[in-house]
C-alpha cells in the first residue's frame, strides 16, 4: 500500500530555532499534501494543505510566516516551523492519497508524525 | 459548534466485549467517512471507510453512516485488548487526493483483559 515517510520523529530545539520537517511518499506521487498538528489527547487540527508547485492553503488562524510550507516536488513537502517557541511543542503529522488507489478507496496515508518540543 | 463532535472518552470495556463509537457532524455535504486507529505517538491507519449512507462490514469491525441524521458509528465485536487505542472519526466532502479531512476529537478505548 500506499506509503509516507516522516523525518524527524523526534525533534528537540531551542527557542528561537527553526525547524525543518519533511513528508515523503515513497512509491506514490503526491501534488497534494496536507500538515496536521495534534496536542496530547487532543485530535488532529489541520494546519494546511500543501499544493506542489505552488503556495500551501493556510487554515484559518494558522501563521503561515511561522509555518513555512514547500512542496518542491511531487514526493516531498516540508514544514518548517521558524522562530520555534514553547507553545509550538506538538506533534505534527503529514498525510497524503495515493491517487492511483482512489477507484479501492484506500484513503489517506499518514506519516508517523514528528513530536517538536521546544525548550 | 465543531464540525464533527465525538466523545472523547475515555471509554473502558471487558475483553470480548461489543465496542459502539459514534460521531456527529454538521456538514451535510461530508459524504466520505472513516474511522482511523491511532497509538499513542504514532500516526493515524485507516481502519473502515464509507462513502455516503450505509453499512460496510471487515471483520470485528463495522462502520455505519446514517446521512439523515448526520450520525456516524464504529461497532468492535468481540473486543481484544489490542484495539485498546484511539479511535478518531474522519470526514471529507470529496474522495479525492485535494480534498481535505476534518477528525473528530477521538474517542480512547481501553479494552480490560
Known amino acids: 500500500g500506499a506509503v509516507v515517510s516522516q523525518h524527524p520523529s523526534r525533534v528537540i530545539c531551542k527557542s528561537g530555532t527553526s525547524v525543518k520537517i519533511e513528508c515523503r511518499s515513497l512509491d506514490f506521487q503526491a501534488t497534494t499534501m496536507f500538515w496536521y498538528r495534534q496536542f496530547p489527547k487532543q485530535s488532529l487540527m489541520l494546519m494546511a494543505t500543501?499544493?506542489?508547485?505552488?503556495?500551501?492553503?493556510?487554515e484559518q488562524g494558522v501563521e503561515k510566516d511561522k509555518f513555512l510550507i514547500n512542496h518542491a516536488s511531487l514526493t516531498l513537502s516540508t514544514l518548517t516551523v521558524t522562530s520555534a517557541h514553547p507553545e509550538d511543542s506538538s506533534f505534527y503529522i503529514c498525510?497524503?492519497?495515493?491517487?492511483?488507489?482512489?477507484?479501492?478507496?484506500?484513503?489517506?496515508?499518514f506519516g508517523s508524525g514528528t513530536r517538536l518540543t521546544v525548550v | 459548534q465543531k464540525e464533527v463532535e465525538q466523545d472523547p472518552g475515555p471509554l473502558s470495556v471487558p475483553e470480548g466485549a461489543i465496542v459502539s463509537l459514534n460521531c456527529t457532524y454538521s456538514n451535510s455535504a461530508f459524504q466520505y467517512f472513516m474511522w482511523y486507529r491511532q497509538y499513542s505517538r504514532k500516526g493515524p491507519e485507516l481502519l473502515m471507510y464509507t462513502y455516503s449512507s450505509g453499512n460496510k462490514e471487515d471483520g470485528r469491525f463495522t462502520a455505519q453512516v446514517d446521512k439523515s441524521s448526520k450520525y456516524i458509528s464504529l461497532f468492535i465485536r468481540d473486543s481484544q485488548p489490542s484495539d485498546s487505542a484511539t479511535y478518531l472519526c474522519?470526514?471529507?466532502?470529496?474522495?479525492?487526493?485535494?480534498?481535505?479531512?476534518?477528525f473528530g476529537s477521538g474517542t480512547r478505548l481501553s479494552i480490560r483483559p
Open positions: 474522519a470526514m471529507s466532502e470529496m474522495y479525492s487526493s485535494a480534498s481535505k479531512i476534518i
Open positions: 498525510s497524503a492519497m495515493d491517487p492511483s488507489h482512489k477507484r479501492e478507496g484506500g484513503g489517506y496515508t
Open positions: 500543501s499544493n506542489e508547485g505552488s503556495k500551501a492553503t493556510y
